[in-house]
């Protein structure tokens, strides 16, 4: 049994989640350099329910504007 993957929108709903709470605790908008602190923490929460390379591409996408 494995558990349903996470839909496309949900995997950008939940970084745009992460990218969010980065900035609050940096205190600006999230850079390329904090990309491992992202998928630290993407892989903590998403693990298992989504693609990691649909993640890390959702990643680049929020990091890059």
């Known amino acids: 049994?494995?558990?349903?993957?996470?839909?496309?929108e949900e995997v950008t709903a939940a970084v745009q989640a992460l990218v969010a709470a980065l900035a609050a605790e940096l205190g600006r908008a999230p850079a390329a350099a904090d990309m491992g602190k992202l998928m630290g923490a993407a892989?903590?929460?998403l693990a298992g329910k989504?693609?990691?390379a649909q993640v890390s591409a959702?990643?680049?996408a929020a990091?890059?504007?």
């Open 1 to 8: 049994y494995q558990p349903a993957r996470l839909s496309a």
């Open 58 to 60: 959702a990643i680049k």
């Open 50 to 52: 989504a693609d990691m």
């Open 63 to 65: 990091l890059a504007g």
């Open 43 to 45: 892989k903590a929460q």
